[in-house]
């Protein structure tokens, strides 16, 4: 801050003293400066300066003694309120750019870190309805890719061995079809698939050991059984996950997650894959923070048709969030001073006045404005700090809080 203040300082050779004409001798009876500040009130003259050379002070008017222009006029409310003249060549040549404040479109993009994850809804596990022994294994590691109804193992169980044998009883004794139909259903809610059925009919003579079959083309992602483990009714031998489609799992910042929602479309890019993009949509918003992350977490349902996305890859999430139109300035526009925000507004006569804002969201380098500008309005968008620098010496007070910060 300080270096900034030297920087507007320097823009001046000389300056005479606060108090002193610019255009008049030093020896100025006394009574006249009395005169002159006898009246001063919040609307009065607080000194005289020149908008070339800031660091001109005068208490009458007169001319500036380093380049002769017009001494300009400083009221007392402009000082309060940390008003600086600075005229528009000495804007340029320091860098300092006006603005103008707009309604325009604003999108809201949010970034997220995200991890792919499986999609709950596309995970099957493959346990027997009753108790038996597994006799062959046929997906032996996991990780195995299987199709819908492949034979994973097979299970001896005495409980379908006795069922079979009754369905072929009946066949041989030529019952009626609502007999066959119903020794045919028992087998099926012991969990013997309509495909196995028909081949016990046509072979007429009982499996052994039962087929269990994949419910879903996809890979073996949990294997908890060798050859001759015992299993009972409801042990789960398989765990098979589609990975046709997958979440992706994005968690966003508590002041993201509200802006969120369902169906809205997010563009996925993989970590280790540079240049590849897909797009994916919300399903779900968790109803709740990740304690551990302090995060919201969304999930978001991608297609995944050649297997590009694997579980357990990270991922950046980009959700892009209408806003309308809103009022905006660039954000280099806004000055942060404690909690407050301000900007510095071009007025009449080469004033740039700080006035105090309530932004909003930021995007693309504009930052909405809630209140305390309009459309039309000039403000100062690049070499603020070194307005700001000159306004904290002239003491606004109740903005900069009087000190160094």
């Given at each position: 801050?300080?270096?900034a203040?030297?920087?507007?300082?320097?823009?001046?050779?000389?300056?005479?003293?606060?108090?002193?004409?610019?255009?008049?001798?030093?020896?100025?009876?006394?009574?006249?400066?009395?005169?002159h500040?006898?009246?001063?009130?919040?609307?009065?003259?607080?000194?005289?300066?020149?908008?070339?050379?800031?660091?001109?002070?005068?208490?009458?008017?007169?001319?500036?003694?380093?380049?002769?222009?017009?001494?300009?006029?400083?009221?007392?409310?402009?000082?309060?309120?940390?008003?600086?003249?600075?005229?528009?060549?000495?804007?340029?040549?320091?860098?300092?750019?006006?603005?103008?404040?707009?309604?325009?479109?604003?999108?809201?993009?949010?970034?997220?870190?995200?991890?792919?994850?499986?999609?709950?809804?596309?995970?099957?596990?493959?346990?027997?309805?009753?108790?038996?022994?597994?006799?062959?294994?046929?997906?032996?590691?996991?990780?195995?890719?299987?199709?819908?109804?492949?034979?994973?193992?097979?299970?001896?169980?005495?409980?379908?061995?006795?069922?079979?044998?009754?369905?072929?009883?009946?066949?041989?004794?030529?019952?009626?079809?609502?007999?066959?139909?119903?020794?045919?259903?028992k087998?099926?809610?012991?969990?013997?698939?309509?495909?196995?059925?028909?081949?016990?009919?046509?072979?007429?003579?009982?499996?052994?050991?039962?087929?269990?079959r994949?419910p879903?083309?996809?890979?073996?992602?949990?294997?908890?059984?060798?050859?001759g483990?015992?299993?009972?009714?409801?042990?789960?031998?398989?765990?098979?996950?589609?990975?046709?489609?997958?979440?992706?799992?994005?968690?966003?910042f508590?002041?993201?997650?509200?802006?969120?929602?369902?169906?809205?479309?997010?563009?996925?890019?993989?970590?280790?894959?540079?240049?590849?993009?897909?797009?994916?949509?919300?399903?779900?918003?968790?109803?709740?923070?990740?304690?551990?992350?302090?995060?919201?977490?969304?999930?978001?349902?991608?297609?995944?048709?050649?297997?590009?996305?694997?579980?357990?890859?990270?991922?950046?999430?980009?959700?892009?969030?209408?806003?309308?139109?809103?009022?905006?300035?660039?954000?280099?526009?806004?000055?942060?001073?404690?909690?407050?925000?301000?900007?510095?507004?071009?007025?009449?006569?080469?004033?740039?006045?700080?006035?105090?804002?309530?932004?909003?969201?930021?995007?693309?380098?504009?930052?909405?404005?809630?209140?305390?500008?309009?459309?039309?309005?000039?403000?100062?968008?690049?070499?603020?700090?070194?307005?700001a620098?000159?306004?904290?010496l002239?003491?606004?007070?109740?903005?900069?809080?009087?000190?160094?910060?």
């Amino acid at each position: 801050m300080r270096t900034a203040i030297l920087i507007i300082a320097s823009l001046s050779i000389a300056s005479p003293a606060l108090g002193q004409p610019a255009s008049q001798p030093a020896s100025q009876p006394a009574h006249d400066h009395a005169e002159h500040t006898a009246h001063a009130g919040h609307d009065a003259v607080a000194h005289y300066t020149c908008p070339m050379h800031p660091s001109v002070k005068s208490a009458t008017p007169g001319k500036c003694p380093i380049c002769g222009m017009p001494l300009v006029a400083v009221k007392q409310s402009e000082l309060e309120s940390g008003t600086v003249v600075i005229d528009s060549a000495t804007r340029k040549n320091v860098g300092i750019r006006i603005g103008t404040v707009e309604r325009k479109p604003m999108t809201r993009k949010i970034r997220a870190y995200a991890q792919v994850e499986y999609d709950d809804a596309k995970l099957f596990d493959v346990a027997p309805r009753v108790h038996g022994w597994v006799v062959a294994l046929a997906a032996k590691v996991s990780g195995q890719r299987v199709v819908r109804g492949q034979v994973l193992c097979t299970l001896y169980s005495p409980d379908v061995y006795a069922a079979e044998l009754q369905l072929l009883d009946v066949l041989a004794r030529g019952a009626d079809r609502r007999s066959l139909a119903t020794f045919e259903r028992k087998l099926e809610l012991l969990g013997v698939a309509k495909r196995d059925i028909e081949a016990l009919r046509k072979r007429r003579t009982p499996h052994e050991a039962i087929p269990i079959r994949a419910p879903v083309t996809g890979y073996v992602i949990d294997k908890n059984v060798v050859e001759g483990t015992h299993a009972d009714a409801g042990t789960r031998l398989f765990r098979v996950a589609s990975l046709d489609e997958v979440w992706v799992e994005a968690k966003l910042f508590e002041k993201d997650a509200s802006l969120v929602a369902v169906d809205q479309e997010v563009t996925v890019e993989l970590a280790q894959i540079s240049g590849h993009a897909a797009k994916g949509r919300v399903v779900q918003v968790l109803p709740y923070l990740d304690r551990s992350a302090r995060a919201v977490v969304a999930r978001i349902a991608l297609d995944n048709p050649d297997g590009l996305y694997k579980p357990g890859m990270y991922a950046d999430a980009t959700i892009e969030v209408p806003l309308g139109e809103v009022l905006s300035v660039p954000e280099d526009a806004v000055l942060y001073a404690g909690r407050t925000r301000l900007v510095f507004v071009a007025k009449d006569g080469d004033r740039l006045t700080p006035v105090e804002v309530e932004v909003g969201h930021r995007s693309d380098g504009f930052i909405e404005v809630r209140s305390g500008l309009e459309a039309g309005d000039r403000v100062v968008v690049s070499g603020n700090f070194l307005v700001a620098a000159e306004s904290r010496l002239k003491s606004a007070a109740r903005y900069w809080g009087g000190g160094d910060d």
